[in-house]
Structure formats: structure tokens, C-alpha cells
């Protein structure tokens, strides 16, 4: 993907409601150099209103799957995502970024997208990933499995401290 495409000239746009719509695949991730996320298929729309004032609304729709390792056995294993985002952007004298409001140049007038769209997609993503049951690597469950048994059957009393021990003998009497 091009991601030239993803750099939206506002100053062009009508005013009132304009949607675009991106198809994300893996040359995107590779593209904007992704640290989390390096493959995958995603469709994203873009509805985008102007009003009179030169105030940009951007609500990004998005829905696909990416491709990210498991957090049990690490093979790569497919992701559904599916996404709702909005960023505002307006006119200003030079590009900045607050929390609610991104400020376009107006002299350039050109909103990159590419960015918010991988961070989208990045928190689209669950915390815990993990294939379905039965379908994580068979060597590597073997492994997990063995080191927490061996960690398990050292002993299966938890151990005390020696100097916290003695303090179960004392005893108050009231």
C-alpha cells in the first residue's frame, strides 16, 4: 500500500460529508515501520465532515484481522479486530497535536492518517491473545507444561521465611 494515499488533502474536501476507504495489508505495517503489529488485512472507512468554520470531524470504521503473536506459545496466530475511532482536526499556523485536537497547517493543508490508523488498529488489539483452545504450538505447551510442573512439585508447601517462622509460636494471650 501506498501510503501516500493515506495523506488526506483537507483544503480539497468539500464541505459536509466525504468518505474514503483504505483496504490495510501487510505493505501498510511494513511501511510505518509497525512495532507490534507486522501483517495483516484490514478495511478502513473514513467518514470525514467539514463544517463552515474549517473544523474536520474524522470518524474511522475498521474490520479485518491481523496477524500477532500468541502471548502462550508465540507462533503467530490471526486477530479479528474491529474498530470506531474519531480525531478532529483544524486549521492552524502549523502542524501540532493535542489530546482532542490535531492542528493542520492550513498553508499545507495535509493530514497523514497512516499513523492514527496503526495505532487504531494497535488498540483494537485484546491485551491477552491467545488461539483458540488446542491450537497453540504442541512443543512449546509441552515445555510450559514441564516447567510448571517441576515448579509445582518442588514442594508443595509454600515456603516460609525462617525469620518470619518463629512467629507462629508466639501467641497473645488475653
Known sequence: MDLETLKLDLNA????????????DDSFFESVD???VNRGDVHVDVDIVRTKDDFFTLDFHGNGTVIIPCNRCLDDMEQPITFEQQLNAKFGEENSEDDDLVTVAENEGILDVSWYIYEFIDLAIPIRHVHAPGKCNPAMIRVLEEHSAARSGEDSKPSVDPRWAA??????DD
Do not use: R
Open 34 to 36: 509497525a512495532p507490534e
Open 167 to 172: 512467629l507462629t509460636n508466639l501467641k497473645l
Open 13 to 24: 474536501l468539500d464541505e459536509g460529508l466525504t468518505t474514503l476507504s483504505f483496504d490495510i
